[in-house]
């Protein structure tokens, strides 16, 4: 495939997953720094511009492509490693809703390198996602799953090693 400066062009100026992660560098830095409100307000911004949700306290490794984002959230205590594929609809959120109050407490999961995860897969609770693994179109991911996985269903099961 040959790529052109109209593909270039038109990636960066039409890819919400793309401004989305932008965004959420910038507030992440700045959460970082410990500038008080400015991150949120950024991460806000960003959920308004895009429909895209990454909370600037969570830590996003390596790179991440968040494909057709719509509806996508990532909450603050997430981790997400390297080469991840997020999909529309993904929720990486809190099991046990506002119940965990403070900051320091994992409540959202951590998800490895080289994992695909489905259009409305919901992965709720402090959790760990292994390398290499898939998650299905809108699986309920509730228990760690292996490396080298594919889960699938509600709650969501390990089908396959691959």
Same mark, same amino acid.
């Not at 046990?96 to 609770?125: C, E, W």
């Not at 699986?139 to 691959?162: C, F, H, W």
């Given at each position: 495939?040959?790529?052109?400066?109209?593909?270039?062009?038109?990636?960066?100026?039409?890819?919400?997953?793309?401004?989305?992660?932008?965004?959420?560098?910038?507030?992440?830095?700045?959460?970082?720094?410990?500038?008080?409100?400015?991150?949120?307000?950024?991460?806000?911004?960003?959920?308004?511009?895009?429909?895209?949700?990454?909370?600037?306290?969570?830590?996003?490794?390596?790179?991440?492509?968040?494909?057709?984002?719509?509806?996508?959230?990532?909450?603050?205590?997430?981790?997400?490693?390297?080469?991840?594929?997020?999909?529309?609809?993904?929720?990486?959120?809190?099991?046990?809703?506002?119940?965990?109050?403070?900051?320091?407490?994992?409540?959202?999961? #951590?998800? $490895?390198? /080289? +994992?695909? @995860? %489905?259009?409305? *897969?919901?992965? &709720?609770?402090? =959790? #760990?996602? $292994?390398? /290499? +693994?898939? @998650? %299905?179109?809108? *699986?309920?991911? &509730?228990?760690? =799953?292996?490396?080298?996985?594919?889960?699938?269903?509600?709650?969501?099961?390990?089908?396959?090693?691959?």
């Amino acid at each position: 495939m040959r790529i052109s400066f109209g593909n270039i062009l038109e990636v960066i100026l039409t890819y919400p997953g793309l401004h989305a992660i932008w965004l959420y560098r910038f507030s992440h830095f700045l959460y970082v720094l410990k500038i008080p409100i400015l991150p949120r307000i950024l991460s806000s911004f960003g959920r308004f511009l895009t429909g895209i949700e990454v909370h600037p306290a969570a830590k996003i490794k390596g790179s991440i492509f968040i494909d057709h984002g719509m509806g996508v959230v990532i909450g603050s205590t997430a981790e997400i490693g390297d080469n991840v594929i997020v999909y529309s609809g993904v929720v990486m959120g809190n099991r046990n809703g506002s119940l965990d109050k403070g900051y320091g407490i994992k409540r959202h999961p #951590t998800v $490895g390198n /080289n +994992v695909m @995860i %489905g259009s409305g *897969a919901k992965i &709720l609770g402090a =959790i #760990t996602i $292994g390398d /290499n +693994v898939k @998650i %299905g179109a809108n *699986a309920v991911v &509730l228990t760690d =799953i292996e490396s080298n996985s594919l889960a699938v269903g509600m709650p969501a099961k390990i089908k396959k090693r691959l």
